[in-house]
């Protein structure tokens, strides 16, 4: 009995974007297959990584030209698939089951398509759709594609500049794909066409380096083949709010304590439908706005300011979404939204608080279950309350044998908090107990390290960092994680 055959569509780049049965395919696939350049990256791997599983088998078709390498690109291309074809024959006969991974969408400019018309005839075959990076660039810029009777058309940038113009001419919307090199004399079919102006650029839509601008304003120089120049629908602007046209809002957005991967769906769908981002300039850099949306920064010592700020433009009719890292309401800006808020001129302003993963629970997360049990959290930060009040609570949490997170134990101005707040909790904890310091969890220069409460060294203690400190009962297994018993004695 031979395998069965599936192209795979991955999406334009979030895995969140990758669909329910995309997801259950590639997990059980016997063998996934995907492209790469010579360079070795596959994009729509990295997109699939996390659905994955160890054991399979992968196989790696590394495309042997590009169009500037040869005369014969279609005649060495062939070739190529033709051999690929062969491996992936072999699979399916062994019985294997052959997943095929495609960016985007498997029959939309996709490379699987190749390999399906060698296959197909030969093999049971099914192609699974993708979200194509057409519809992710029109999402991310918050322009829609196509209305009413309009006509939506799906260009290749390799076309010459004559025929391009020519399809532009028409004046209904245009997606024009494979950019690149393509780029200059795809702008020259612009301006000829006089729809410029009409135009947006889109680069690696979801992803993590995603750019949006209008394309006037892009330069040549280092445009990726991952991009596209989106000409939306003309009737697609934004109505503006005016009096009386709608009711603005603040949602108070919890990013996470990291990337997009920590962000939930429920605040991702707010950030993208608000008109203005509001926030502390660090955190605020971590959402991608779309170019109909307004961006507020500001420093993180004016939450107050920034809250009223939100509120006021919420009052003229703007749906604002106001960032904070972590959960806002852990030592963040929803307690100051809403103090704000309960003024009487914001009487009538709605506020809503979004949660978002909590840089304890974060940290909790790699260590193993230091937060199994009962456990209190305090920051460190002398900013808005008195030392004398940290130390009563960190001797009173100590006694009480509960677990404790510690945010805010350092920054550039408070360097002698950590080394007091340790000498505190020796006096109630035995100089065994564990401690995860977790720095930057979620980022490019994560570090999770365990230590004895006697061993804690302040100066290896910054602003970035979280402490989770271990009650009595806190132990550290034999592999190394830290967990705390969900049972107590006596």
């Known amino acids: 009995m031979t395998g069965r055959l599936y192209g795979v569509g991955v999406g334009p780049g979030d895995p969140e974007l990758v669909t329910v049965k995309a997801a259950r395919l590639i997990g059980e696939a016997d ?23 160890e054991g399979q088998i992968e196989e790696q078709l590394v495309y042997p030209v590009t169009t500037e390498d040869t005369d014969d690109y279609q ?3 062939d070739a190529f698939y033709e051999e690929c074809a062969a491996r992936l024959a072999a699979h399916l006969d062994a019985g294997r089951t052959v997943v095929v991974l ?12 190749h390999l399906h018309k060698r296959l197909a005839h030969r093999y049971p075959a099914e192609v699974v759709p993708g979200v194509t990076s057409v519809s992710a660039g029109a999402a991310v810029i918050g322009k829609p594609l196509v209305e009413r009777d309009e006509v939506l058309t799906v260009l290749p940038g390799t076309l010459p500049a004559d025929a391009l ?7 209904d919307p245009v997606a024009i794909m494979k950019l690149g090199r393509t780029f200059p004399h795809v702008r020259e079919a612009l301006e000829r066409s006089g729809r410029l102006d009409e135009a947006w650029y889109v680069e690696r839509a979801t992803t993590g380096k995603q750019r949006t601008a209008p394309l006037s304003e892009v330069d040549a120089d280092g445009v990726p083949y991952f991009s596209l120049a989106l000409l939306p629908s003309k009737a697609s602007s934004p109505i503006e709010a005016g ?11 919890g990013l996470g304590p990291a990337g997009p991967e920590w962000l939930t769906p429920e605040a991702r769908h707010a950030l993208a439908s608000a008109d203005d981002l509001v926030g502390y300039i660090t955190y605020l850099n971590r959402v991608t706005a779309s170019p109909r949306q307004r961006k507020h920064a500001s420093d993180n010592k004016v939450e107050s300011e920034r809250a009223a700020f939100a509120l006021d433009l919420a009052k003229r009719g703007r749906r604002v979404a106001v960032v904070s890292s972590g959960d806002p309401g852990v030592f963040a800006m929803a307690s100051a939204v809403l103090e704000v808020a309960a003024e009487e001129q914001f009487a009538d302003v709605p506020v809503r608080v979004l ?12 260590a193993g279950a230091p937060l199994g049990h009962d456990y209190a959290v305090i920051s460190l930060s002398d900013r ?8 009563s609570r960190l001797s009173a949490a100590a006694a009480a044998d509960l677990v404790l997170a510690i945010y805010n134990p350092a920054s550039r101005s408070r360097t002698w908090q950590v080394e007091r707040a340790r000498d505190l909790l020796l006096e109630h904890r035995s100089p065994d107990t564990p401690v995860v310091v977790g ?11 365990v230590v004895r409460l006697a061993d804690l060294d302040p100066s290896t203690v910054d602003m970035r960092c979280l402490l989770l400190i271990g009650s009595s009962q806190t132990q550290v297994s034999s592999r190394g994680t830290v967990f705390t018993p969900r049972r107590y004695p006596g």
């Open 165 to 171: 113009a020519a399809h532009l001419a028409t004046g």
């Open 243 to 253: 009096a009386g046209s709608r009711r603005g809002e603040v949602v108070v957005v």
């Open 384 to 391: 808005l309350k008195p030392w004398d009040v940290i130390a």
């Open 75 to 77: 005649g060495e291309i």
């Open 439 to 449: 720095r930057d969890v979620g980022g490019p220069e994560e570090e999770v390290r």
């Open 102 to 113: 495609a960016a985007g969408d498997p029959f939309f400019y996709g490379s699987y398509m």
């Open 355 to 366: 949660p978002g993963m909590t840089a304890a629970h974060a940290v909790a997360s790699r």
């Open 31 to 53: 063998v996934v297959v995907f492209h790469s350049a010579r360079h070795g990256r596959s994009v729509a791997r990295n997109i699939a990584a996390c659905y994955m599983r």
